[in-house]
């Protein structure tokens, strides 16, 4: 019988199941394993997580951020898996003692789909759409943009919400493009917008793997397969929301780009309706690790500053 090398975890939805599969692959040609010995030798240990249960009310209402990681994070801590794949939009920006992010994969394309059959934009709705969303962010985006909307909670997997707004329940709603690709879904995107559009979530469209601190040996397997420019933009992006907002209250978005050398990042916060938002910009050459984390902090402060007791900070 074979050894397994290492226990991967992952939620049990169709996304969550891709990109842990897709990791797995990634580490098993890091690793040179051939293709039939992989799922022996990493398997992947399927969780149902709070949020996965929570389907009738938004994340605010229940928590906030950590109902999509707790139960990988406590089968990690336990010692019943050894690498936790999770989207790192999920991830609260303070872990739990005695775990760490060992690394993130290469990121996928971080722009906000439109989902609206054949309608290509969100001036071409038609008066009072109905948006179905449970994202705060895109709640406040919408809004801005369209004032006239009707927001209704929409939570669920991708396929849950491609379902529901075929039904004709919604007008329009909005998913990660990331996820559409990675679940060959590319073709459910009416159109995808620009971040100058609508900036997307911190962190979307990264992966990242998540450890028992000073677990060296689990590391070796697949520190190989790590994209330090993803680290980098998500070390401002994550700085930016742990000064802003450790929860999932205010509506923030942010999205850093380096490419080796310069890394250009830009923040947003918003009121919930949409009528106010604060943006800060900056851009840095060179960059690293902490002069990202740093551009990030700085950013968030500033945007504190200036929005003061008119948006609602409930950091951890």
Known sequence: MMQVLLTLGSRKSPLAMAQAQMTRDLIGAELGLSAPDIPQLLPIRTFTTSGDQLQDHSLVDAGGKGLFTKELESALADGDIDLAVHSMKDVPTKLPKGLVLAGMLPREDPREALIAGEVRSLADLP??????TASVRRQAQVLRLRPDAKIILLRGNVGTRLRRLAEGKFDASFLAYAGLKRLGLVEAASAVLEPDMMLPSPAQGAIGLQIRDGDDKTLKLFQGICCESTAIELAAERAFLRV??????TPIAALARFDGQTLSFVGEVYVPDGSQVWQESVTVTPAS???AAKVGREAGKKIAQEAGDRIRFETQ
């Open 127 to 132: 008066k009072n759409p109905v948006i179905g």
């Open 289 to 291: 690790l902490d002069i």
């Open 244 to 249: 802003l907002d450790g929860s999932c209250r």
